[in-house]
């Protein structure tokens, strides 16, 4: 092997240091109790699917931008070359959902009715890299399965804040609408069915560019101009006074009865149980990119960030594609984990330590005594404090500031076999 | 999106069920507290490396089984393809050691001077699939970089060791052996420098395929005969009587007094560690598969299992080649994580389970008072225990019947908002 000149990790996608590590485990595990405690179960599915699952137009945007595998040995005919396509058969996942979709689809007779899943892992995505995203980043999701009530949205928002209050966030927002308001929204306003996502996109721009740039968007999109105005009149009314499912009934009179109580059941409850940690409140404006959602739609921002730390709502339709059924009922709720993981550093978030860290140093010369060296650490490791055992360095200032710095905090030396008393590490 | 006709996970992958994810999530909890006790720190490094990096010759047969990426953009140009090579960019890694290298070399600034790293991540082989073998597996590794001593081996045999015992694996054998040992024998027959790995490739077949077995392979491999009758009837003294470091002292003299002192050492200190729990004996036939070993190399056997649960050794020469110098002290240990996880499905391991799992169960009519419910839930949760909330269906003994499948213990019903008793499940 000759020298390897390249040494950084490839374009997006990082090398994670012992620190950042640390954090990251402290982070999922601590999610994943929450999860557990409500009785999510956690399942994986390989990191790489079938070529045509992953671009069967579900994943919108994101199919666009997938890493893609080569063919290998004799599937790869070099001489024959149509296209991308007839070079490649499977790409790596650039969400969750899609694979859990085919995991239920593939394992469902051994699956309870009502199936409550946590899934934690990597994605990847092919993006032009820039500050805070990345080409590969793990994902944290939950989803319930085959239960068509609001308790599942109630439980998935109850589980997620919980997840998000164990590691300190407070006084969050969960914002709440429900996708069959905003195609009434739409509808009544006169746009075609056909147009409802091209309107969708431009109105979930709304928080990021204002009432004037949205007005801008439409202009630029050739839709009627009546409609257009009829919808941003309506709009710029639903963001004026504060929003209740009362102004929208009265606003939107061709709105289905039972979406907006099923909306008002669960603000009610999730209000009551938030207390004083957390809050929800309905937001008309709020979209969701994916083009799946059937019902209500949520996500968390926290406060002094803009953009959301979690996301998900009710995808009824989905699943059933895999099943050659028309609904079987899903709902999911997805912690933006690289964002949440990112605020807390920028937070200076220390990972609780609770057992000491301890490093035994011994010099050159004791090596004929290193079996009572490593007894001792054997006891101490058994009485639960992490144990370096390290040889004593030309310069154990040096040495020991550097232990430091990796959160070691108490050091003994040997002489003779015997250790000198543990001491706390920077004090003289 | 049309009908999803193929459900399975791709060749080779598998889609990982709730249990499954559990028993993997114990065993590798498992394994981390006990390195993080020894003071190693985990690292991660992205899953796609640079296709230079992982063809540069140091993953042998490796190499030819990777999952390579089609590059994307401009710089995939369909009209000039030379070979299979200008259509990549990168590859999914097939090991954690060559990434590793990688971050070492990259991030060796902001790292201690004797680096204990540990790592437990996803590899992918593009292997024909065979029963127990799979193209995406996880492996869990620990490595000490920057210590030339032999307190590295040491403390890796017993990190690795515990964390076996950790996981009630129990008269296990650590085999040792040292790659000069294999160099000097080796040469003593007078075999040439240039054919010693490819001889060292027909000794390791030694525990498969027995004496006779190796005989023939030798015959096909065209070595001069004296060579090959010299180095059998060697090998046939040392694996009659049990070898020690004095039989291989009498029988090669030609090697470094050093390399069997180091050796000696080695196997004493981690005997008296052992006790009784495992054993250490010294296999001058160990030979393990990498090219990269420069020292002592070993391996762990369970009773009963013929092939290895984890391997490692020292490679002093690897990490140089990414800096430019002749050596950079290394030692690592893996445990087959995919092994380890069959020994324990074999055995029916049960993961231990503290706390309650709870069902409470709400007919329909219950719904006006879910908010009961939901305290009820949240208050049983914040005891530590599992609750999951559920309509009960329509035959309430099937549906509790699957929930014990799941591992519920316990359930409660509600009426009037009123839980009723919580209730073991299964007794009547």
């Known amino acids: 092997m000759s020298l390897i000149k390249d040494r950084n990790p490839q374009k997006g996608m990082r090398d994670l240091l012992p620190k950042q590590v640390e954090l990251r485990n402290y982070v999922s595990s601590r999610i994943l109790d929450v999860y557990k405690k ?6 994986e599915t390989p990191s790489l699917e079938n070529i045509e699952l992953l671009s069967n137009g579900e994943g919108g945007e994101n199919e666009k931008i997938l890493f893609k595998i080569l ?4 599937k790869l005919d070099l001489n024959n070359i149509n296209d991308e396509n007839s070079l490649v058969d499977m790409g790596l996942r650039y969400d969750l959902t899609v694979p859990m979709c085919r995991f239920y689809a593939n394992n469902r007779a051994q699956l309870p009715q009502v199936f409550k899943i946590a899934q934690f892992g990597d994605v990847w995505r092919a993006e032009r890299p820039q500050k805070g995203r990345f080409r590969q980043f793990k994902q944290f999701d939950i989803d319930i399965i085959g239960d068509k009530s609001t308790s599942a949205e109630i439980e998935l928002i109850f589980a997620t804040s919980e997840a998000l209050m164990s ?5 969050f927002k969960v914002r709440i609408n429900d996708r069959r308001i905003l195609s009434g929204l739409v509808k009544y306003c006169g746009f075609k069915e056909s147009d409802y996502n091209k309107v969708f996109v431009i109105i979930d721009k709304l928080s990021k560019i204002g009432i004037e740039g949205i007005k801008e968007e439409f202009k630029k999109s050739g839709f009627s101009d009546d409609s257009v105005n009829m919808l941003i009149e309506i709009i710029q009314k639903l963001i004026e ?7 929208i009934e009265s606003i939107l009179p061709n709105i289905d009865k039972n979406v907006l109580d099923d909306l008002s059941f669960v603000i009610e409850t999730v209000s009551k149980q938030a207390g004083r940690n957390y809050s929800i409140v309905l937001d008309i404006t709020l979209v969701r990119g994916m083009g799946y959602y059937t019902g209500q739609i949520f996500e968390i921002e926290t406060e002094g960030y803009k953009t959301s730390i979690a996301g998900g709502g009710r995808y009824d339709s989905l699943i059933g594609k895999f099943l050659g059924e028309a609904t079987i009922p899903a709902c999911g709720f997805s912690i933006g984990f690289e964002r949440v993981i990112s605020i807390l550093e920028e937070q200076c978030f220390n990972v609780p330590k609770p057992k000491r860290k301890i490093v035994l140093l011994y010099s050159e010369e004791e090596i004929s005594n290193i079996n009572e060296i490593f ?4 006891k101490l490791r058994a009485e639960g404090n992490i144990v370096l055992v390290e040889e004593k360095s030309k310069n154990p200032k040096v040495q020991l500031d550097k232990l430091m ?9 040997f002489s003779n076999g015997k250790e000198i008393e543990v001491k706390t590490l920077g004090q003289k």
Chains 1, 2 share one sequence.
Do not use: H, P
Request: proline fraction near 0%; charged fraction near 25%; aromatic fraction near 14%.
């Open 38 to 43: 409500y009785g999510f179960s956690q399942i």
């Open 71 to 74: 063919k290998r040995g004799e």
């Open 167 to 171: 590691l300190d966030f407070k006084n």
């Open 241 to 247: 006074t504060s929003v209740t499912i009362k102004t």
């Open 375 to 378: 007894l001792t650490a054997q």
């Open 405 to 413: 710095e990796q959160g070691f905090d108490s050091f003994a030396v």
